[in-house]
């Protein structure tokens, strides 16, 4: 392996589209150069591997645009307000874009975010909204998605919400990619999730969860309608369906076993004899050729690793690893004959772009970078910091250091992640690198409870919100300070979602570590939280969410007072410091209340340090450049102010 790749890299010819980079200027660039939504993203080539497909962001707006590999445009779309998440190739004429839309549905309890799908002909330039009529009612959002070929033509077979006659079932339909119709090919049930289908678009399988009782279901097609093929009941950590396996007539299903590792089985359809895959590492994503064929792993341990079983993916891999060393690097997209591969690459004075790589020739080109704003030489450096919790537990995280500064007595801001069940690794973090280049060290710990470290550390987080979970950050702080890297006197903890609780909590808990708090969209009040996940006749372990929320916060019932002794807003009266709270209003993840009851319970204990800003039209991922670019406005200006670096 490393043998060829060596031969491959000295035959490959690296082309950097525009001039070399300039030095960096000695003055950070300006904080809209972070703020803003990435210049590119979704970066996706036609199955030909003749053209690609991109969102792009210029001047204010926002593009979806198809262009072929040499530059020339095929057609330019604008979106407009639409909250684009990404695209896809439906044909290699046809380009699918998905879109989440905030809307109140009947059947489901409050507004909800659904995923909406357009189709655009890069030939017309004609747009179209999938499921946009069908000879049945039908919702026009996509709960599944994938192209096929149906009778010698290009599709889309998609799975959408039949309400027909009261009843709401998830139901395949073929979708005419010219004018956006839909008809149903199938029928499902009230607990149909998903469908998989094959490139000829005949339906392979089916899954079927009950949210209530926690039931799952693995069908196929039989003689006379459907048969299950494997079935379980769990409450927490659903089964998938991850696709075709390794072979045709075998299926990939991901699930845990009795020790709550995490598995990867193949299933024979016929058989139903099931094979175990070895896993390279924690937190496995699959890899799917376009007929459905497990072609990859894909792992992070500090970065981004794959296990490939495609040829010339894995020459693909290793050309742009070596040529791209100690870089974050993920798969993005690959032509259907495997020929061209996307990548996107992160980190180590890369602030994000996409490249292509093209076998026949050994090409590497820059497609786009994402923030072009921030020159490579201007990226903070970020390295791994190991260090041991007050109960022994080993852990690490990310410490994003200010350039041009000694790395001595620094002022930090402590940046926990959301989740609480994700991770944050090596790479370039548009909010770090901010902060970093106004002065200040800028610590990501990996805390207990953290996805993608190993299972045994995430369960240590069960129960722990609030408790260790948060002790886990002081630790942090702790070690910093014995290193001489961080000044005691001169620290604030600013979060988001879980990293916004983990910043009232700092304030207010843990009060005297931090000098200043900064919480986005975060819970304050626990209680209130779970309660504002529950519908009538939807209550307690028949909630999925509420399941959820046991699982970490560690309670049976409402009533537990524990539950008060780790709620920010229950303890205002033990805040000390200033603290910023900022809320998206149309947030559907952790409601707008819960920003307002931290301001009304600090300003009711006497607090007049505590101010809300709300960001109008914003949802929980800060989806708007308007959004985002206020969020980090007001959290810079407010650390400038509590926290000066200098």
């Known amino acids: 392996m490393f043998s060829s790749a060596r031969a491959l890299l000295a035959a490959m010819t690296l082309v950097l589209c525009g001039a070399a980079e300039a030095a960096a200027a000695q003055t950070p660039p300006p904080l809209t150069a972070y703020s803003q939504l990435p210049a590119v993203s979704s970066v996706q080539l036609s199955p030909d591997g003749a053209n690609i497909a991109s969102i792009r962001r210029d001047a204010g707006s926002v593009r979806v645009v198809a262009m072929s590999r040499e530059g020339e445009i095929l057609a330019s779309v604008d979106i407009g307000e639409s909250q684009v998440r990404s695209v896809m190739w439906a044909s290699n004429d046809h380009v699918l874009i998905l879109s989440t839309s905030n809307q109140q549905v009947g059947g489901f ?4 975010l659904f995923l909406i799908g357009d189709i655009l002909n890069v030939r017309t330039g004609r747009l179209v909204r999938a499921l946009n009529d069908a000879d049945i009612s039908v919702y026009n959002f996509l709960m599944s998605y994938d192209r096929v070929v149906r009778n010698g033509r290009p599709a889309l077979i998609v799975t959408g919400m039949t309400t027909h006659e009261g009843e709401y079932t998830g139901d395949p339909y ?46 196929v097609p039989a003689a006379m309608g459907w048969t299950d093929i494997r079935s379980t009941t769990a409450l927490l950590d659903t089964p998938g369906l991850a696709g075709v396996g390794r072979t045709p007539g075998t299926l990939l299903i991901t699930d845990m076993d009795a020790d709550g590792r995490e ?11 099931e094979v175990e895959i070895d896993l390279p590492g924690s937190s496995t994503s699959t890899l799917s050729g376009p007929d459905g064929r497990l072609v990859g792993l894909g792992y992070i341990e500090d970065f981004q690793k794959y296990q490939l079983f495609e040829p010339k993916l894995e020459r693909a891999w290793a050309a742009i690893s070596g040529a791209l060393p100690s870089r974050q690097l993920t798969i993005t997209s690959f032509s259907d004959n495997f020929d061209q591969v996307v990548f996107h690459v992160q980190g180590s004075g890369e602030p994000g772009g996409y490249y292509l790589f093209d076998g026949p020739t050994s090409r590497l080109s820059l497609v786009r970078r994402q923030y072009p704003g921030v020159a490579p030489a201007q990226m903070a450096a970020v390295s791994l910091i190991n260090y041991t919790a007050a109960d022994g537990l080993a852990m690490q995280g990310y410490l994003t250091l200010p350039p041009g500064r000694d790395p001595r007595n620094l002022p930090l801001i402590m940046y926990p992640h959301g989740g609480p069940a994700a991770r944050d690794y090596v790479g370039f973090d548009y909010t770090a690198q ?11 710990p990996n805390f207990r409870g953290s996805d993608g470290i190993s299972q045994a550390f995430l369960e240590a987080g069960y129960g722990e919100w609030g408790g260790k979970m948060q002790s886990d950050l002081s630790d942090g702080v702790k070690a910093l300070v014995d290193r001489g890297v961080v000044d005691p006197a001169r620290v604030c903890i600013v979060g988001a979602s879980y990293g916004g609780y983990a910043a009232m909590a700092g304030m207010t808990l843990d009060a005297g570590t931090y000098r200043c708090g900064v919480a986005t969209a975060g819970v304050s009040d626990l209680a209130a939280m779970v309660r504002s996940e529950e519908s009538p006749g939807y209550r307690g372990r028949r909630n999925p969410t509420v399941r959820y929320w046991q699982r970490f916060m560690g309670f049976t019932n409402y009533n537990d007072p524990s539950l008060a002794a780790r709620s920010p807003a229950q303890q205002a009266r033990r805040l000390q410091g200033p603290l910023l709270l900022i809320h998206g209003r149309n947030d559907t993840v952790v409601p707008y209340e819960q920003s307002e009851l931290m301001l009304r319970a600090a300003t009711t204990a006497g607090k007049t340090n505590v101010r809300l800003v709300p960001l109008e039209g914003e949802d929980h991922s800060l989806s708007t450049a308007a959004g985002r670019a206020k969020e980090l406005e007001e959290t810079v200006t407010f650390l400038l102010e509590n926290n000066p670096p200098d």
Request: no cysteine.
């Open 109 to 112: 309890r409050g507004r909800n």
């Open 263 to 273: 598995r990867l089985m193949e299933i024979n359809v016929a058989t139903r004899e």
């Open 174 to 219: 073929l979708v005419d990619l010219d004018t956006g119709r839909g008809k149903r090919i199938g029928r499902g049930q009230s607990d149909t999730r998903f469908h998989l289908v094959g490139l000829d678009g005949e339906t392979i399988a089916r899954t079927a969860y009950d949210t209530e009782s926690g039931r799952w279901r693995l069908s």
């Open 434 to 444: 901010a902060l970093a280049s106004r002065g200040y060290a800028v610590f990501q």
